[in-house]
């Protein structure tokens, strides 16, 4: 395909239940190419729904009613793409009990294609981790760790790439910083590279080398900070080639996805939905022959 436009537009009216349809783009529907992405982030070992006395959040939530949702978008559309942000582990005794045994196979039979790594997967430990990775059946992608002396060397990737219905589509990933954040023993010897740097190699080779017509970051910096510390705005400001960050580590609940402008003046989308599972984050995209693309994004209450 092409060398394309990005133009981004939100369904906010139909957040909860869909999307306004194929009426609100300029394409002919019959040259559209439809991919469909969803995610989760710090779902944090929350398995079960919430409550019906929950004070913030009753009946909402929990992997059966996920599960649920997924299977009905795939099956209104094949291709589609599951994806998590980090921090799939801590919070409920599930994790204190299973060491995130639990959490791993349930993902792996909702078929998420690809996971990051937040900082609290490590909570018990780069062993911790290493040691529930039989139980996953997806990628783990994070482009920003050198794990080469750990136990973790050679068990996540830098970069992946997915076809659907033709449209190729890359995926890295990028975790937070973890001095300060996580006790040094957890990570052992886990060193952490500049998130920026590393996200401009991953897009070079993702969109030349491999000729990606979709880039997406999974990002676990968080959504914006005060300070120069990186997160995901910065990073879409000061990146190129990114079509998409998908977000975790603050908690934050946007309404819709973000629109920031990158330094060769596109549009990239950053969304991130909250956490412990309680929405869903749906990005759809429509490519046509002529090589434009447009997206409508929405959250899902689970």
Do not use: W
């Not at 999307?19 to 079960?48: A, C, R």
């Not at 990158?262 to 429509?286: E, H, P, T, W």
């Amino acid at each position: 395909m092409k060398r394309r436009s990005f133009i981004q537009q939100t369904s906010a009216a139909t957040a909860f239940v869909g999307f306004g349809g194929l009426s609100s783009l300029s394409f002919k529907e019959d040259t559209l190419k439809h991919i469909t992405i969803l995610h989760t982030n710090d779902v944090h070992s929350h398995i079960e729904a919430f409550g019906p006395d929950d004070p913030k959040n009753p009946n909402m939530g929990g992997v059966a009613r996920r599960a649920t949702l997924v299977q009905q978008i795939r099956q209104e559309n094949p291709n589609t793409l599951l994806l998590d942000a980090g921090d799939i582990f801590q919070g409920t005794p599930y994790f204190n009990f299973y060491g995130g045994e639990l959490e791993f196979k349930l993902m792996s039979k909702l078929k998420y294609d690809a996971a990051t790594i937040g900082n609290h997967d490590f909570d018990n430990g780069i062993n911790g981790l290493y040691a529930q990775l039989p139980h996953a059946d997806f990628s783990f992608i994070c482009s920003n760790y050198d794990f080469s002396n750990t136990v973790m060397d050679g068990h996540s990737l830098p970069h992946k790439t997915f076809t659907k219905n033709g449209v190729k589509i890359g995926i890295f990933g990028l975790g937070i910083e973890l001095r300060g954040l996580v006790n040094e023993r957890l990570y052992k010897e886990t060193k952490y590279l500049d998130p920026v740097e590393t996200a401009q190699e991953m897009t070079r080779i993702l969109k030349n080398e491999k000729q990606c017509d979709l880039v997406i970051c999974l990002s676990h910096l968080g959504y914006s900070y005060d300070s120069e510390k990186i997160d995901d705005v910065k990073l879409a400001r000061a990146t190129e080639n990114i079509n998409l960050i998908i977000g975790g580590h603050t908690h934050t609940f946007l309404e819709k996805p973000d629109i920031e402008t990158n330094k060769a003046g596109k549009s990239v989308l950053v969304n991130q939905v909250g956490c412990y599972g309680l929405y869903l984050g749906r990005i759809d995209f429509y490519l046509d022959t002529e090589g434009n693309m447009q997206a409508d994004g929405v959250k899902i209450a689970v």
